[in-house]
Structures are given as structure tokens and as C-alpha cells.
């Protein structure tokens, strides 16, 4: 269960690209975390779990169990940044080091 109101976000910068992290708790493994992302990257989270009919939660845990299998992991939040980044604008050969 994601918790977290999407309008938590100051004044004069709702919508905006450059509004501030919102801090959301997630069930990854029946265990609740929080997670804090900027708007824009819970909308584009949302939108993948919807097109592919998963729940937040399930998509979450996913790029947790990615994050986990190299070799220096980052925080899940950057993980789910870069995870979101790399699924819509990276080439699909997965070479990032360019």
C-alpha cells in the first residue's frame, strides 16, 4: 500500500518539473518503507505500474530485487530514479557508461 497525499507539495510548485521530494510509504516483502521522490518521478512510477498492471508496490519491490543484485547498490530511491530514467530514454543494450 502506497500512503502519501500527491498535493504535498508547496505552493507555486505543484505541476511543476522541479517540485520538491513527497515522502511515501511502501510494502516491499510485507515490510513498510518510506520512499521520497519528486512528483514527477511518483507520476511516471504510477504510469508504469499502470500500463503494466502492477501494483506500486510490486513494481517497487521489483527494482528493489534489481537494485540488490549489483555489485554496490544504491538507495532505493536512486534506484528507482535511474530504474524510471533508464526504462523510458536509455538504449535498450544497456550501456550506460557513454
Request: proline share 10%; net charge negative.
Given at each position: 500500500m502506497?500512503?502519501?497525499?500527491p ?15 513527497v515522502?511515501r510509504s ?13 512528483p514527477?518521478?511518483?507520476?511516471a ?10 501494483p506500486i508496490n ?6 528493489d530485487?534489481a ?8 538507495n532505493?530511491a ?7 530514467f ?13
Amino acid at each position: 500500500m502506497v500512503t502519501g497525499d500527491p498535493a504535498d507539495s508547496p505552493e507555486g510548485l505543484e505541476g511543476s518539473p522541479f517540485a520538491p521530494p513527497v515522502k511515501r510509504s511502501v510494502t516491499i516483502a510485507g515490510h513498510q518503507t518510506a520512499i521520497s521522490l519528486e512528483p514527477i518521478f511518483w507520476d511516471a512510477l504510477r504510469a508504469h505500474a499502470t500500463r503494466h498492471n502492477l501494483p506500486i508496490n510490486a513494481l517497487v519491490a521489483r527494482i528493489d530485487a534489481a537494485r540488490l543484485a549489483v555489485p554496490h547498490p544504491p538507495n532505493l530511491a536512486s534506484a528507482i530514479r535511474c530504474w524510471l530514467f533508464a526504462d523510458t530514454f536509455c538504449d535498450k543494450d544497456k550501456n550506460y557508461s557513454q
